[in-house]
């Protein structure tokens, strides 16, 4: 089931039917095989639903025997079967075969200490009819998202913030305090966003409403303990058993169900523990860019190919072309929000793909946070060595970086980019280097780029590193990233382009235990002399070739700088043209200029910001302007014609 909705009226008055049906039918996409609701005077909740378990009996909403508890749940329950049977043991009656029947059972006999038993991906909402109460909450890592609005007469939820929009007085308006953020990272970080008014309800956290008061509080957060007790080769076979433990619990499903295959370690690693608990072939999707150098860039087929045959997969694989100016306002407003994040583009292209066939999804979203397999990750280890070089040395290093020209399109330009970035960075503190590799922009830059600043603009990676505890630094990071970007950017828009096209996308790698184990383990053992993924590769060694585990790493996103330059090109320059820009009132039209400029010198590698700015605009004339997204296509067509 993938998509909830509901409504807490503070006045007392009753919930109208109609107006949870108006929310239900903006996010039909999520759920198009049922739906339903239930109203209880001031309270209403409803879902649309994707049935995967209990096809004839999950009917939801789900209620308990007498009728005093109600439940609309979104998501899985991966270990539903072991809490069921603890249930029955005490005597609790289940109507139904559904999963998330034993969230209503553990609520009464647990109260709300009943999320600390659950292992899954879930947002939900619960109707305590007995004290007259509503509980809503979110699954630990944010897989799930869920907005909220609250005002004076109402607080109102929603799997997709568009559902909130079709509430009576509410109208989309652009919050112009989470512009900068937006801005800096290239995606609008929780509890921000977009929409003013409207916010997301933070991963691991419940909020209640209780006698008209409204209370809200985490209830989970990351270790910040490293263990130094114990051994490597103890490391790799606690890592390896809980993995294929998640797997296994998360190939549950009654619907056919398959996996995202790039050849990468992560997806390779989830294809490999499927195959050995499956006596079918799993169902195996690759995507590849037909083009030149800066798609072949993109292009994991071969890797892809490579796995498939080594598990004996049904693989299919589909090398594209995409029509990204069709595509583009469409997946914005399937969205709710805009990103620079290239990769919900691929996202949608190959869910598009493989629900041809399947219903349920695996994908390897997750390792790279984890067991650090990003490049960005080996930032200190790169600064300690820089630091023994001469004063002289480094201050024309520096210097010499500042002219480099950046390109992350062309293999020889790339690396310049990384070593222009990282030799901009090598003298800052820890955190500051490694904001300066997440940043899409750096603050002084937005604060340029803004006609309006705005002084209590937020700065959630600042929240972030507040909040990470005082782990070694590379676990620092991590906690940032579970805060930020890997909730915010990456779940977010594999949510939201999977359930486009009504396709569960499953994530063993950030099964909470598996996650806990992972953020205990000290930095030395999950990447060993500048090694990216040292410990996990090792616990994989025997179930993947040295050529997998250790292929370079590439990002799962598009060509799009190159694009921008070439057949995109007047897509930019229309979309940020100065009438445009002047007409939205956000931008100094000198500072949009110069960003296009020296993407286009190849000065900077402006990709993100450049997307970030055309998404917000494309995103604008959906949403502040109230058009279709058709139209807005057909109108972004005529630009490059």
């Known amino acids: 089931m993938c998509g909830i909705h509901g409504i807490y009226r503070f006045d007392g008055l009753s919930v109208e039917p109609r107006i949870l049906s108006a929310m239900g039918n903006r996010t039909r996409h999520r759920g198009p095989d049922d739906e339903g609701s239930h109203v209880d005077g001031p309270c209403g909740i409803a879902m649309r639903r994707l049935s995967i378990i209990d096809l004839a009996g999950g009917h939801q909403p789900l209620s308990n025997a007498d009728g005093t508890l109600w439940l609309v749940c979104n998501g899985e329950i991966y270990n539903f079967r072991e809490l069921r049977s603890e249930l029955q043991a005490k005597h609790y009656h289940f109507k139904t075969g559904s999963d998330s029947e034993v969230m209503l059972h553990l609520y009464d006999a647990e109260g709300d200490d009943f999320i600390h038993r659950l292992n899954g991906m879930f947002d939900f909402a619960l109707w305590d009819a007995r004290r007259r109460r509503l509980l809503i909450g979110r699954d630990r890592l944010g897989v799930k998202p869920l907005y909220v609005l609250q005002d004076g007469q109402q607080l109102a939820f929603a799997s997709e913030a568009k559902a909130l ?63 130094q007790d114990i051994s490597e080769s103890e490391w790799s076979e606690s890592v390896r058993t809980q ?5 296994r619990m998360q190939m549950v499903s009654d619907v056919p169900i398959g996996a995202f295959l790039s050849g990468g370690v992560d997806s390779s690693a989830v294809v490999g523990l499927m195959a050995r608990h499956s006596p079918q072939p799993i169902r195996t999707y690759a995507i590849g860019f037909a083009g030149g ?8 087929l071969p890797y892809a190919r490579r796995v498939a045959e080594l598990f004996s997969t049904q693989h299919r694989e589909i090398l594209v072309r995409p029509d990204v100016v069709a595509l583009l306002p469409k997946l914005l407003w399937h969205m709710d929000e805009p990103l620079s994040d290239t990769a919900f583009i691929t996202t949608f292209l190959v869910s598009e793909f493989a629900r041809q066939d399947v219903k349920v999804i695996l994908s390897g979203v997750g390792g790279d946070e984890l067991f650090g397999g990003y490049r960005r990750y080996l930032g200190g280890h790169y600064a300690q060595r820089y630091r023994r070089l001469p004063d002289w040395l480094r201050r024309s290093a520096s210097f010499a970086a500042a002219h480099l020209p950046a390109d992350r399109h062309s293999g020889f330009l790339n690396t310049l980019r990384l070593a222009k970035g990282f030799l901009a960075s090598a003298e800052m503190t820890a955190d500051e280097r490694y904001r300066s590799y997440l940043q899409v922009l750096d603050r002084q830059a937005v604060a340029a780029l803004l006609i309006e600043p705005g002084g209590a603009a937020s700065d959630s990676l600042a929240r972030a590193f507040a909040a990470a505890g005082n782990a070694d630094e590379l676990n620092r990071m991590f906690a940032v990233d579970a805060e930020t970007q890997l909730p915010d950017d990456l779940l977010l828009l594999t949510d ?12 063993p790698l ?99 910001i450049l997307l970030a700015l055309m998404n917000l605009e494309i995103w604008s004339r959906i949403y502040l302007d109230h058009r279709d997204p058709g139209n807005v296509a057909e109108e972004l067509k005529s630009y490059v014609a």
């Open 165 to 227: 929009l079709a509430l009576p007085g509410v109208r989309a308006e652009l919050d112009r305090q989470v512009v900068a953020d937006y801005l800096h990272l290239g995606y609008v970080a929780a509890p921000d966003c977009i929409f003013r008014g409207i916010r997301k309800l933070p991963p691991a956290t419940l909020l209640a409403v209780e006698g008209g008061q409204v209370h809200e509080w985490r209830y989970w957060r990351l270790p910040d303990r490293v263990r």
């Open 243 to 247: 993995l294929e433990e998640s797997v």
């Open 293 to 300: 150098e800066a798609e072949a860039l993109y292009n994991e």
């Open 496 to 507: 939201k382009m999977s359930m486009a096209v009504s396709l569960e996308c499953r994530v």
């Open 510 to 608: 950030l099964d909470h235990e598996l996650v806990e184990l992972a953020a205990a383990m000290p930095a030395s053992i999950k990447m060993r002399d500048g090694r990216l993924k040292h410990l996990f590769k090792a616990s994989l060694a025997d179930l993947l070739p040295d050529d997998i585990l250790n292929r370079k790493k590439r990002g799962f996103g598009t060509p799009m700088g190159a694009w921008l330059k070439r057949e995109l090109a007047p897509l930019l320059s229309r979309l940020l043209a100065a009438d445009v820009v002047t007409a939205r009132g956000l931008f100094r039209q000198s500072a949009v200029d110069q960003l296009v400029a020296a993407h286009a010198a190849n000065r900077m590698d402006g990709t993100d």
